[in-house]
């Protein structure tokens, strides 16, 4: 008569409908083309092998079970051929899921659902590119062998920075003389320069002689104790 009762005890909450799914509360995280396992089991465990659960996700049927079989005629095109689901595990309360060669398109909200039971589980996926994990543990990295990044990349900058400054000053000048020498030639500037320089070397040479006889008759009046200011009248006369 114990017995009787502890069974039916043991039997209340599955008759009662208080069964339920339990699956990952943490969102499950892959790189793409990694497998992805999406945990589902029932607590109790009860054997449930003769009735039908569904994997969907977002309105599609991800995998099918029916009655101990695989019902593929449901399933959604893009994951017929990459599921895998133990037959066996429906006995003992197991409807774990495993996706292959999980694609960027495949993250999203998951669920586990027993229509005869209505119980369901919902699981996230989050698939990332290939990669990109270990990239970005990568950059994250510090090489302690050789300096910062930041002082290397400061020095380059500032040698770059000052070529850059020095080249477009030299031309900026260059470019300015040439401007100026351009206008004086269109204005003839340079030419008058050159007319005039060449008239008063034409003077000073039609001077000089003159000059020197100057001088020549002011030493010589100077030797004799000839009176000066009657000697440069003279010589003024003269010339």
Same mark, same amino acid.
Do not use: M, W
């Given at each position: 008569m114990n017995f009787i009762l502890v069974a039916c005890l043991c039997l209340l909450p599955c008759?009662?409908?208080?069964?339920?799914?339990?699956?990952?509360?943490?969102?499950?995280?892959?790189?793409?083309?990694?497998?992805?396992?999406?945990q589902c089991h029932l607590d109790p465990l009860i054997n449930i092998s003769a009735y039908t659960a569904d994997w969907r996700t977002n309105g599609e049927v991800?995998?099918?079970?029916?009655?101990?079989?695989?019902?593929?005629?449901?399933?959604?095109?893009?994951?017929?051929?990459?599921?895998?689901?133990?037959?066996?595990?429906?006995?003992?309360g197991d409807l774990t899921l495993q996706i292959s060669s999980a694609q960027l398109n495949d993250s999203g909200p998951y669920r586990c659902f027993v229509p005869k039971l209505r119980i369901s589980c919902d699981v996230n996926v989050s698939v990332v590119p290939k990669d990109q994990q270990n990239r970005t543990k990568r950059d994250g990295d510090i090489t302690t062998s050789r300096p910062p990044v930041e002082d290397?990349?400061?020095?380059?900058?500032?040698? +770059?920075?000052?070529?850059?400054?020095?080249?477009?000053? +030299?031309?900026? *000048?260059?470019?300015?003389? *040439?401007?100026? *020498?351009?206008l004086l030639v269109k204005r003839g500037t340079i030419k008058d320069c050159w007319r005039r320089l060449r008239r008063r070397r034409e003077q000073e040479a039609e001077m000089a002689p003159n000059d020197v006889l100057k001088e020549n008759l002011m030493n010589r009046a100077a030797e004799e104790g000839e009176d000066l200011d009657i000697t440069v009248e003279n010589i003024q006369q003269e010339v």
């Open positions: 008759v009662a409908g208080e069964s339920r799914l339990n699956c990952p509360t943490q969102p499950i995280e892959a790189e793409e083309g990694d497998d992805v396992t999406l991800v995998y099918s079970y029916r009655h101990r079989r695989h019902n593929h005629d449901a399933q959604t095109e893009k994951y017929r051929g990459r599921t895998t689901f133990n037959l066996d595990g429906p006995s003992r290397v990349t400061k020095s380059d900058h500032h040698d +770059a920075a000052k070529t850059r400054t020095y080249y477009p000053t +030299a031309a900026t *000048i260059v470019g300015f003389v *040439i401007v100026i *020498i351009g």
